[in-house]
């Protein structure tokens, strides 16, 4: 409850700080019987690791997680699951400089107001390096899921003022980008070498589907499934913007033009993205995100030091142009949590619901 | 935690449906000692009441809410406080025809497979109905914040394309539709006579902002302020997207523009929104939404009744034709809720914090 | 979580003060179907209510129960289930007298002490009135588990000296003290006239057993059956103790002799009561309790005043000299309420477990 | 949520099993600021470690603690504090004679129903072992609580038929056996040699008290302060009663003798054992548990094995002839749990509560 941990009963809870001993995870009501190894964990977080390209920063964490309980034999047994990844590329020294002073843009200000107290280095627990312990869960949560058909993907769909036209979900993962438009990916790379160039960054948007969702799922009033992927999804670091469906474009729509309408062939359409009255229609579940630009650039700026002086600022150091690349894994990894914890509880509650109504969506 | 409470020190639990005896909440976890009175709610309430203006839905109900419990001698005593609104206006013949027939873009299709079973009448639990005791649970939250000196207030900014240029937050509650900026009301007005003619519907913009927030609050990593606000905000019936701060115009920014430089006067911009690392900055709260336009309308559509047979399907009934209006007093429910739940819990895990950085937006 | 819900997956929330307006409650959780009606929850309330007996309090109240939601057309909808009783025999007037003064025993000082105010009217929030909502809520739990073979009985089992020598379970209900041995009855009321006279009061011991609970309902290894079934029974009003199985007497056991040996065609003893390692075995749950004597008796005793002056103290008014008798009916809620909670529980989780293992108690 | 977890606001989540790579712990809510180092922890769990004296279990584990996140520069960040141990100390080959034969008394029968898999070596999650984590949680909710100046300790009260005639508080931790009372530590010593002999073993009566609790500690009406105790002892393995001051004497107790009386000068009694509707009184808090006699013992009995066949089975390894003896650390950790949770919930929700009441304990 104190904010470390996700989920009401696939629950989530992550510890550990960028430059601490070691990150780490309790998995907790994870279903036995699963086959599970580290491996399936390493392939998820192979993705998200951080110089895996030339795109994102050039620091190199082996990432290698261990499952530290919660599987016998190869099969998970219903107790929790611990994980655990040592920090072996820590390099702590890089940080010193900015011991008294708040990076702009970054949590520094405000977990100094917050704890009064904080590791400083590389962010400490505000740095994006939680999200590896997210990504571990969250295969785990895949992994359940595609039992039950459901299939989560998400892509770059924007960085900057480069718009991928459309998603082709098959090319997602050939590229080093997560960008489902192949004529987007040589511009989207020379924009990173000029912003590396230029020592800026710049945003992201992200679109993610999860298909095979069948229709049920999500607790109204409010832990509604698009309640709780909004909260999941603005979890993530640096993201401003969640929407479902149509987002943004329904203020313009109207009611003739955006209500689903529904034969028994199936929806006409699917402007809410999955979701009625904050459960899953059983079409594919589509939400967008926002990534803000990174605030560690190489670009000098205004701030202050722990006293209120007024400093000025150069975040050193290995950073992402655009960090919306790396969070492509961990969009897939909150969006799997949001949804096997759903599956769960509408089993506890609705386990033996019964309809004459078709799921139109088959 | 089955769905229908919100917060977790400031735990609200709603419960009722649209055409049902009454609808209720329990505010669980208000401090003891703070004067309340049924006037405190009801203003709150009479803001959102359908019947209130002519452009939202005719339907007219009292809305009386009583507190039931946890009010001594007029102040709260620390324990439950129990509200109740009984349904005085039902009409519940007005929905005997789509009893087996699932009104497209509402819940009822999704209810039918979650539940098996539904309460039809003017949508039962799915209802904006239930809102209302959002509103008032918000009335109280919304007392203890002011006392902190904070303050909340939310605006229409948006009507299908018609946009408030600015939003002058002395004059939204000056006028029917909560809208900031004068020279926007005869056109949002104009529209809205227009889509009553059509019986079509239109989406909305509202923003919230709440001002006096100190630096602290939020939960990191998965209790953000933030995180919080975008489930609190999407679990508002028809909201489709939540964006804090800059939103979706982050995609396309620089870190260099994007990030909040600081100074010992304070900061330079407020793009995060007044939320960084998940934890407030000192600076406005800022978030937008989304709604969609509400499906409920008199152009007839395709659908499917109970037992997926194509029926056609015209909502007759009392619907507003721009749902952003009502849902106005809402927002600012649903982000007092928030706020004054990380107030609470900021104040029992930090109670004892002490910095020496001065709050740079005093 | 403030502390007035109680439950997991079938949460109950309750609130209101003794002599406040109202008495209520949320159920949230129930599954839909359910077929539910006022009458059910009378039933319940009806063996609990005071004036019931010459043995209980002379105070009545109608205790008369309404469904305000989650029940459409005589069935549970799966949306929460507002219960009401409004407080019509108040008569306030009787505790004047100790608005300022703390009874000794009661929770007059604690509460002062918790929230610098309080509803001092017959005990407010404290007052055991409270647990007429148990009893509404346990008896749909009650149903639900009937529905599974599942049988929550509690008896009398000792009030002072007298204890009763064996507990025939269809005697229970047959007798105003909820009994099992009859032989018991007569001396039990003797002495209920004997405090009546002498202005006093005396303890009690109760019992309560689930028969027909499946083996695998418990969650290790903090939400144990038997760990929550501890708190579900301590949080009544006056219990002081409570014991699984053989309780207390296992201090002396041998392990030899305490290990119920299991054989295939069963468990050879049930010193356990039901739950190895928080986990029911399949065995009937027993657990016993220990009512304190209720503190508000006629006979003068030693106070202080709210500013800490001392103070005579006699607690007028109609108060049942044994507590333990009307408690029997909310041991038999609260225990319904943990037996729900994890059955559900077990649903989400383990829907899919199976096993070669025969359950040997069947 | 599934059962892993302790606490609201100060929130233990164990994992990990007997035989398994590693126990862990987070500790999540914990305020930042302490001083905390490993050696604070290990000082309490070498008090817990078998191996420790003659009287327990000869296997040793080093059970030496890491903590992995959350302590920065010697203190206490506000962020999760991760807590590790390696298992060294495994000896698998031991339990492989009851990997299909479920001991009883143990938990092999009640986990195979409810899991249909489980890690039998050792018992796995349900082994004491897990109780490590709880007494390296407890030790920080321990220094804590030292700085409100509460204390906490826990006594071994009765062995077998030998009780201690009374707990000399001081000379607790000056023996092997954790045993107020000088005179009894012979005959139990003498017990133990005895049940070695014999391969039996004899359950353990434990008391805990908490001095310098302030009045107005506990959350009605369900996470009363009693109740949360009962559950967090219940919780721990092999205790079959919890009782809180005078327990099941209360029964035989009239209203008059029971009731602690109060004057200016404090209470003239504490029969109820520090917690008056809940919530504490600035009273001791005092409270009774037993524990039974552990079943794993070299006397041949009778059981079935996986597929419902009758087999013999003896226990045979290393097993404490009674763990009343380790469980008093335990104890202490659990009942610091409770009260750092309810400290800092009461910090929450009523930091800002002022009464003229005088605190009579002081």
């Known amino acids: 409850m104190p904010g470390n941990s996700f989920g009401q009963l696939f629950q989530v809870t992550t510890f550990g700080e960028s430059h601490g001993p070691s990150l780490g995870a309790v998995v907790d009501g994870c279903p036995p019987g699963l086959e599970l190894s580290e491996a399936d964990l390493q392939e998820a977080l192979d993705r998200r690791r951080p110089g895996q390209s030339r795109y994102t920063t050039a620091r190199r964490e082996a990432d290698e997680v261990r499952i530290l309980s919660g599987v016998f034999e190869g099969k998970t047994t219903g107790t929790p699951i611990g994980l655990l990844i040592e920090n072996t590329d820590q390099r702590s020294q ?33 740095s994006a390096r939680e999200t590896a312990m997210r990504v571990a869960a969250g295969a785990i949560a895949e992994k359940l899921l595609a039992q039950q058909g459901i299939k989560i993907q998400a892509a770059l769909t924007q960085m900057g003022d480069i718009k991928a036209k459309d998603t082709d979900w098959q090319e997602v993962r050939n590229n080093e980008l997560f960008c489902g438009d192949v004529n987007a990916i040589e511009p989207m790379q020379a924009l990173i070498k000029q912003l590396l160039k230029e020592g800026d960054s710049v945003g992201a948007r992200i ?34 913007a969640v929407s479902v469906g149509d987002g943004f474009d329904v203020v313009t729509q109207k009611g003739s033009e955006h209500r689903d309408e529904m034969t028994k062939k199936g929806f006409l359409s699917n402007h809410s993205g999955g979701v009625l009255g904050g459960i899953s229609s059983g079409q594919p579940v589509i939400a967008d995100i926002a990534l803000k630009p990174t605030s560690s650039i190489s ?8 006293w209120g002086n007024d400093q000025p600022v150069v975040t050193k150091g290995r950073h992402d142009p655009c960090v919306g690349i790396r969070a492509v894994p961990i969009v897939e990894a909150m969006t799997s949590l949001v949804l ?5 509880r509408q089993r506890a509650q609705n386990a033996q619901v019964k309809t004459e109504t078709p799921d139109i969506s088959r």
């Open 94 to 126: 890089d940080y010193s400089k900015i011991k008294d002073t708040f990076r702009p843009g970054h949590a520094d200000y405000t977990y100094e107001h917050k704890y009064g107290i904080r590791d400083y280095r590389g962010g400490g627990r505000s």
């Open 340 to 344: 096997v914890d759903h599956w769960l």
């Open 207 to 240: 679109r993610v589907q999860a298909t095979g969702v069948p229709p049920g799922w999500g607790e109204p009033v409010f832990d509604r499934l698009d309640a709780d992927l909004a909260k999941a999804l603005m979890s993530i670091n640096a993201v401003k």
């Open 299 to 306: 670009i000098s700026g205004q701030t202050i030091d722990k």
